[in-house]
């Protein structure tokens, strides 16, 4: 019991002198949350705590705050009870709605305000029109950018006397049947089904997602993928569903990272940001290539996918050259290396590219430069500059439902297509409803 | 028998010591009830900058969309199957227990346990064991050739959260039913025995109508949990897939309001629900308390 009392009596009297020293020293606090756990978070922590001791005005907090989701959504409560951080990582898909929220500081003006000079015509552009307006302001930085590739495993490709990847979808199909043959439990499987199998499917075909050019031009969307090819695409995995070709392994990652490193599936479509946790999990050798497409196309560039940083309105003013200095930092060469390498996200400037390509990353990670080059493919469209609709949380939601009832056959892919359209449609137009009068 | 009526002089007193208990349900229920009816009407964005009242849309457009009557659908067949199984097997755990001689109390604290961990948890754990891709179970069941595929089947993703959800709310069970059974007179039971009832007879004749009222509260406090309390196990086990087959009314609140930001439809869900709760309360005790023997 007087141990306790002790206990107690110290870590008041602690508690005390550091309220001294904040108040004296004090440098001011930046919070930044992210929804990045893992190897991916302790980098983040790392490449703060380098920034922190590099100047002593500043402190700069990381948080890691659960999924994409739960960090918006944490976000956003503490937003109204003003309690918000100062920076945010959101989904890229999810950007429209912070967009219009009226609760952030535009990252360009941020950065233009406190006198940080970033040579954005250094950037990789592809990356940086996605989180542009239509007049061309850079809203918020990319941070954690990332696109899906297809990856195999190469052991299991020798087993069932396959040399290449797949370079079409049917393709794809004669694979998985020959894998099947040779005693796999399933040829295909996929993460982020959505954004791969019809976002990313839309764009190497140069089909639309939806209207207003994927929604660029403006907020009065609906959706268009029912009417495209994606539809016998849909059908397609369904068909291949029934005998193994394709197995449904769930929502997100996790069950597709499950099955591809358990051997059960030798092909995965799956974010090139993979990388970390397949090499951690695989026990087999294993590589990664292009999107497949159908043969009468020449692809497309892919659609980008992971998230961005985002600098919350509504703090002193004194923080925010802080915040700048912080953004600037993270942009820096080296860091974009280390981030790149360390992540498997793909490095935002083109500096940085070519330094991890001078040093010979590539090389030996041929991979990480499948997605940077399939991103950047020559010939972008209306169709595959970016897709921009409000609300994603809950489209995608309802359009997982729907796709959900199609692998399980409780609709064709055209009826279950229709009604993901319809679902996403209303939501759209919630979203056009709440922010059209601004 | 004759209430006990305490009185008191002023008017002050008494209000004084309600006071805490008033204040408590004002701010924890009806400040929030009220903001839910008033969100029910308007349709704001996330961040609380934009409010517009679209009057009865939000409700219209629940009572329009097919989704919405699929998920009542579900909510029926999961609390039903919740409140039929956990209310049997803690029947069933209770009258064994009832009967054990030695290590009763170890019995009675491994049943107990169950209830000390949080739905989300308890989701979470049988996900592990469930999960065609790395569930354990779901690997011995492919092994003796059971296709087990919650992610794709139905039937099966709707029979994993009622074991999930049942599961945890058996313990509950199994403690009034214990105490039930435990205050049933033996000299009736004996009786019965000597006159020739055997225990199958007596446990039909007389242990069941005597649980009449510990039934009649569970099935209530069941229906409430299954209707309220089981989002979290939802959320862990099946995100109410495959296809919103596992979508009950509750878990769509959650997910409507809470992940997808959808203030003003979350909030007229939640007031359907309340209404819904609420009449099927009053419904069980119209009707189906009449049965009830309270000894």
């Known amino acids: 019991m007087i141990a306790r009392r002790t206990l107690l009596a110290a870590a008041g009297a602690a508690t005390l002198a550091l309220g001294v020293a904040q108040a004296s020293a004090a440098p001011r606090e930046i919070n930044f949350w992210y929804p990045l756990g893992g190897a991916i978070g302790d980098l983040i922590v790392k490449m703060t705590n380098d920034f922190n001791s590099s100047q002593s005005d500043y402190k700069v907090v990381p948080q890691f705050k659960g999924s994409y989701d739960e960090t918006f959504n944490a976000a956003v409560a503490a937003y109204r009870a003003k309690k918000h951080p100062h920076l945010l990582v959101g989904i890229g898909a999810g950007s429209l709605n912070l967009m219009l929220s009226g609760a952030i500081y535009p990252v360009e003006d941020l950065l233009k305000d406190h006198g940080q000079k970033v040579d954005w015509a250094s950037f990789v552009q592809p990356v940086l029109d996605y989180y542009r307006t239509p007049d061309g302001k850079l809203l918020s930085l990319p941070f954690n950018s990332s696109t899906p590739i297809f990856w195999y495993n190469k052991d299991a490709f020798d087993k069932a006397g396959l040399t290449e990847p797949p370079k079409t979808w049917d393709d794809v199909g004669t694979y998985a049947a020959k894998l099947r043959q040779a005693g796999f439990d399933c040829g295909y499987t996929t993460a982020w089904q959505v954004w791969v199998n019809i976002d990313n499917y839309s764009f190497l075909q140069n089909v639309p997602v939806a209207s207003q050019d994927n929604g660029m031009a403006g907020i009065e969307t609906e959706f268009l993928f029912n009417k495209t090819r994606v539809v016998q695409h849909i059908a397609r995995l369904q068909e291949w569903g029934k005998d193994g070709r394709f197995l449904y392994t769930g929502r997100t990652w996790q069950g597709a990272h499950g099955a591809f490193a358990s051997g059960k599936c030798a092909m995965m479509t799956e974010s090139s940001a993979g990388h970390a946790g397949i090499k951690q999990a695989a026990k087999f050798n294993f590589a990664a290539s292009y999107l497949p497409h159908e043969k009468d196309v020449t692809p497309k560039n892919s659609l980008i996918g992971g998230g961005s940083i985002w600098a919350m309105a509504g703090h002193p003013k004194e923080d925010y050259a802080g915040v700048a200095a912080y953004l600037s930092f993270l942009t820096s060469t080296d860091r974009q290396v280390e981030w790149h390498k360390g992540t498997g996200y793909i490095p935002i400037t083109k500096a940085a590219y070519e330094k991890a390509k001078a040093e010979g990353y590539y090389k030996e990670n041929p991979h990480q430069e499948v997605a940077i080059l399939q991103l950047m493919r020559e010939g972008s469209t209306s169709n595959t500059k970016a897709l921009r609709l409000g609300n994603y949380v809950q489209y995608v939601a309802a359009i997982e439902d729907e796709l959900e009832n199609i692998w399980g056959d409780k609709k064709t892919a055209q009826q279950g297509l229709d009604d993901a359209v319809r679902r996403g449609n209303e939501i759209l137009a919630r979203f056009a409803q709440q922010n059209r009068k601004r | ?295």
């Open chain 2, 1 to 295: 028998m004759i209430g006990k009526k305490v009185i008191f002089r002023s008017r002050g007193l008494p209000l004084l010591l309600l006071a805490p208990q008033l204040l408590v349900i004002l701010v924890f229920f009806f400040w929030p009830a009220g903001q839910a009816v008033y969100q029910a009407f308007h349709l704001a964005d996330p961040f609380g900058q934009h409010f517009e009242y679209v009057g009865l849309d939000n409700f219209r457009r629940l009572f329009n969309s097919p989704e919405y009557y699929a998920s009542l659908w579900a909510t029926t067949v999961f609390s039903a199957g919740v409140a039929i199984v956990s209310l049997g097997s803690g029947l069933l755990l209770a009258a064994f227990v009832d009967h054990v001689r030695r290590g009763r109390a170890v019995y009675k604290s491994l049943i107990i346990w169950p209830y000390a961990v949080a739905p989300v948890l308890a989701g979470v754990l049988w996900l592990f064991l469930f999960h065609p891709i790395y569930g354990v179970v779901a690997f011995a069941l492919a092994r003796i050739g059971i296709g087990w595929n919650p992610l794709l089947n139905s039937n099966q993703a709707m029979a994993l959260v009622v074991m999930a959800a049942a599961w945890k709310q058996v313990s509950y069970n199994f403690v009034f039913f214990l105490a039930g059974l435990q205050a049933i007179p033996r000299s009736v039971l004996e009786a019965a025995a000597i006159d020739g009832a055997g225990p199958l007879y007596r446990f039909r004749t007389i242990v069941l109508p005597l649980l009449t009222p510990t039934t009649f509260f569970l099935l209530v406090i069941n229906l409430v949990y299954a209707f309220f309390d089981t989002f979290g196990i939802i959320h862990a086990v099946t995100h109410g897939g495959p296809g919103g087959a596992t979508n009950i009314l509750v878990y769509k609140v959650f997910a409507d309001g809470f992940i997808g930001q959808d203030l003003g439809s979350s909030a007229a869900q939640s007031i359907v629900l309340m209404v819904i709760v609420v009449s099927l309360t009053v419904l069980q005790f119209r009707f189906l308390e009449r049965k009830v023997h309270y000894g």
